[in-house]
């Protein structure tokens, strides 16, 4: 397949977000606080003010003047009293150059009384939160729920397996960095972002600005990966704050090192897990989790409440009772990374289950089959499953496990491991059909983030949907003043919701046309001189179907639309906090084979399979290059990737050499299958594929080092020299 | 920040294009360079380039193998017949980064930059090479040891360029390194072992250590033989994991620097010495 895009950006031609110009434009930068914690005691600008070719430089003061709206916000825009993290912008310059933008930023003088900042979760408990703490002010969340009688389940167990895992910050690292430029005039709030979500940006943005959502307007553009990191309102206000406070354009782009102290991603977190079995059969499960949710504000997570399923899995397991806390430190707010801390979760159970099932003396993959969940079956909160591929992609795995076993040489070890996923259609969408006599116009907000699934997935579902030729179908992306509502790019959502409201209103379309047309069913097809209606009464070019308002001016018009409806969850099953309910059920399955290092704790993945639920393929290319992708992802989370913080709350590895993502030279040999029969809550039983893929692979390479060595490690990534402690543990 | 580079096409001309501003630095393939002056560890607004300088030769001489400072390493671990005569030395390049950096990262570059991280260094110790140099005074020449000053400290006298650096025509020597991602990444400990013409015993040098690399004489005290045994090597790999400074840092602990040492000291010597591998 050649992608739509790949011409454009072969040749360099398209332009993201640090591409933006527009005459006149300043460009931007932030002032970055000092300390990670303490009172704000003076940000002086005069300096700043004085760099030559600045033009505006604001702080929480001059925002009182320039705009009071922005005043009192729950989301400041600068901080007034207190400064919640390293490098949090305290104030903002503009200038003719970036580099002029930059000097002025470096030059302001911010006083902080500093205070020693909480670097990590088990700087605030280092003993499990007892009672009560819940309402610690140290708590942003806190999420606890469960059925069954749990502490007779594990008086009665035979076998109580208890562990506790460890996993690390993980950045997004995508290669474009943030960037937006802003224009304000006549009222109108401007910008233009790289963004995954263009109205959750303008809602967001209102928010903190205090000004009505129809004044502000987003446009996107093409996106240089986003990878969860680019949801959400995050320099687009700073941008339009500073045009307004300046009257100019102004673009401002992070620097690399930026996006990496600045930037919203998955933080640490420990994880205990208690199972309780009854010969080989689990009948209990207990899980603690502590994240940390960095300075994110009460009701601001989500990672909590969501990802603690995936620690009781899919699987019966009986009696379960989970509590979760999010925990506030002096780091930036918590953000999403491609299946927001559900990679952790699936480590930490599937390296328990595995570690539990070799105690057993079972073998892993069947010990999960015993007790994957099957269609029917009820979650931990009370939900239905529904069509689930996970029992299907186990034997698979299970069968390819054995294919491989005899070759697996001295030294290397085999692991499984099962994750499991919901396509976000809970957030919903809206689009636009067009149809005209030459081509069916498909109009929406959002802009190509890199997997392909706006450019190439919607246009393949129209396609599908209409039985239209691809090349007849236009995709057109335009800003939130005249695009229809959706919620973004993110949560394996955009073709399963978005595709939905194209079927949707195709089938609008295809009413209106067989009413006019003398009755149904119709269907469009290439004709010989543009589109044609095709039915009972005949073939008729579209063309004269239409009004003649509707010739003349923008064709026929159908919107479609899709907010998903998840089954719901057992409102009694719930004590506190906020959970969320699956819309659908999505299994991913990984199999590795490593090699270990047994002096050095180095690790190589030597060959891998990847086996995913797909419900449907709608663009086969598409599919195989979210899961070739996930995995790699996946690969760094398991052996390379951290964030690596000081007890004083700073970053120490900001850059792309101490950050190590994987290169092509650590990436084994993939095999891929995708299965479908399980269909799901997209166009055609699809399911959404963006996230799933990336779920199992830290846990798969993990099995296959315990595999291998015989030791566990339980603490993530697996980099040498953790292995290398596993290995000699007494 | 303005930036001005000269790309001067004699020695000369590049030794006068140092003098002439106090700020001046030479850059050759910019790899360490153009990072430092991002981050601010360098300030210069004057960059003066070798890459017209004839110094980017790798060949054979009566002496041994002559190794000019700005050739690619690239070009260097190609030269036909440098691996069969310092497999060790080969091995050391060839770990630099990626095959994509060292079609621009010199030899130069590396021992100007001096870093305590550096792969070539400890290879370049225990071969006891010869630099070679050429400044305003005119040429000379020192053994690296002497001029490796300290952390990113290399003793250059003013508007002084390193010229290349002079092998032995062989010797048996190998590298061995580990890194938490194989490429494109800072060895969090090398151990390089060479036997030069005439040596008495093995030369063993280390990287990763502060605050520069070095050589460790009293592990090489226990291997005199051409093939140690397994007890003198399994002597020398506690000696060395001992000798040393080691840092505990955002790649690694001291501890596990150590534990690497003692690893790597034992497989670069069963590679070099086709002797035990205990
Ligand atoms: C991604 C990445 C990975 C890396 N991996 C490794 C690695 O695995 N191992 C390793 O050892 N290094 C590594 N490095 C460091 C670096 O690339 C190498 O050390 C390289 O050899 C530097 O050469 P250069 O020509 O690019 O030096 P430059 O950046 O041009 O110069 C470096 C310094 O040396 C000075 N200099 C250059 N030439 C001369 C000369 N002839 N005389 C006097 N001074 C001179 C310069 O003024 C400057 O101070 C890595 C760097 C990067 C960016």
Known sequence: MTRPDAAGKLRGAVTFGTDLERPGMLWGALVP??????????????????????????????????????????????????????????????ASTRAAARAAARAARVTIEERRPVADVED????????????????????????GNVASAFARATLVHSETYRTSGVCQVALEPHACVAEVSDGVWRVTSSTQTPFGVRDDTAEILGLPAETIVVDGTWVGGGFGGKGAAFLEPYALALARASGRPVELALSYREEFRLGRSTLAAVIRLDTAVIDRTIVGRRVRLLLDTGSSLPGRDFATGYSIGFLVGPYRCGAVEVEGFGVRTNKPPFGPHRAPFAPQCVFALESHLDGLARRLGVDPLEFRLAHVWREGDETFLGQKVGPFGGERALRAAAERARAWRPSVAEGHGLGAALGFWSTGTGAGGEVRLRLDGRALRLEQVEREIGSGSVIAGLTAVAARATGLPARLVRLVASDTATAPVDSGVFGSRT????????????????????RRAGGGPVRLEEGADGIDVVGPAGRRPVAELLTPEERDGGGLV?????????????????????????????????????????????????????????????????????????FVMGLGEALTEETLWSPDATLLNPSLLDYRIPTLLDVPPLEITLLEGAPGAGPFGAKGVGEPPILAVPAAVANAVADATGRRVRDLPLTPERVSRALIRP | MPLTLERPDGVDAAIAALLSAPDAVPIAGGTDLLLDLEAGRVRSEHLVSLAGLPWARVERTGEGWSIGSTAPLRRVERSEGLAADHPGFVEAVRSVGSAALRHRATLGGNLGRASPASDLLPILLALDADVTLVGPAGPRRAKLDELLRGSR???????????????PPRAPSAYAWQRVRPANDISQVGVAIARPPGADRWAVALGGVLPR???????????TAPTPSEEEVRRAARIASTAARFASDRRATAEYRRRLVDVLLRRALARASGGARP
Not at chain 1, 82 to 90: F, H
Not at chain 1, 128 to 140: F, N
Not at chain 2, 153 to 160: K, N, Q, S, Y
């Open chain 1, 33 to 94: 606080s000092p300390a990670a914690a303490g009172r704000l005691r003076a940000v002086d600008l005069g300096p700043a003010r004085r760099t030559p070719g600045v033009v505006a430089a604001i702080g929480a003061e001059e925002l009182r003047q320039l705009l009071p709206s922005a005043l009192g916000r729950e989301r400041p825009l600068f901080p007034v009293e207190e400064v919640a993290y390293r490098g949090q912008p305290v104030a903002a310059v503009a």
């Open chain 1, 124 to 147: 605030r408990y280092p003993e499990w939160p007892g009672p009560g703490a819940a309402s610690d002010p140290g708590v942003i969340a806190h999420v606890r729920a469960g059925h």
């Open chain 1, 495 to 514: 073709v399963a919701a978005l595709g939905r409201a194209i079927v949707q209103a195709n089938e609008k379309l295809l009413a209106t046309l067989a």
């Open chain 1, 558 to 630: 159908a919107e479609g639309r899709h907010y998903g409806n998840a089954p719901p969850i057992d409102p009694s099953r719930v004590e506190d906090g906020t959970f969320y309910p699956y819309t659908d059920f999505t299994a991913s399955v990984d199999l590795a084979e490593v090699e270990v290092d047994p002096e050095t704790g180095s690790v190589r993945v030597v060959r891998a399979a990847a086996f995913q639920d797909v419900g449907a393929v709608i663009s086969e290319p598409l599919v195989r290059a979210q899961v070739e992708g996930g």
């Open chain 2, 153 to 167: 400290d290399l003793a250059l006298g003013r508007g002084e360029l390193i010229e290349g650096v002079a092998l």
């Open chain 2, 213 to 223: 690399p070095c050589r460790v004489p009293a592990a090489e005290e226990a291997l």
